[in-house]
């Protein structure tokens, strides 16, 4: 079965750090481009950042840039998200997809709740 699964998700402290993980399966999948892109509560999709399927390109929006960082291990078929400095802002449902601008294939999500 084709599938992206997220995991990592949960309640952390303005400040704090969290990292997701993102488990791919049924495609080849050091061919793709892969990104993450979140949902905050009552708001639409922000795509958050995307990583080529080398590797070696990475690529943010200026909304996170500097705090998080994302990174692939294509061993092991998974990419990450981890997230430093977040802010309550940052609270969302965070997807895992595969492509870099046109996304067609999506996880359950995992939700990040950043609260005191």
């Known amino acids: 079965e084709v599938q992206v699964v997220e995991s990592g998700g949960g309640l952390v402290q303005p400040g704090g750090s969290l990292r997701l993980s993102c488990a791919a399966s049924g495609f080849t999948f050091s061919d793709y481009t892969m990104s993450w892109v979140r949902q905050a509560p009552g708001k639409g999709l922000e795509w958050v950042s995307y990583i080529m399927s080398s590797g070696g390109n990475t690529v943010y929006a200026d909304s996170v840039k500097g705090r998080f960082i994302i990174s692939r291990d294509n061993a092991k078929n998974t990419v990450y998200l981890q997230m430093n400095s977040l802010k309550p802002e940052d609270t969302a449902v965070y997807y895992c997809?595969?492509?870099?601008?046109?996304?067609?294939?999506w996880g359950q999500g995992t939700l990040v709740t950043v609260s005191s």
């Open positions: 997809a595969r492509g870099g601008i046109v996304w067609k294939l």
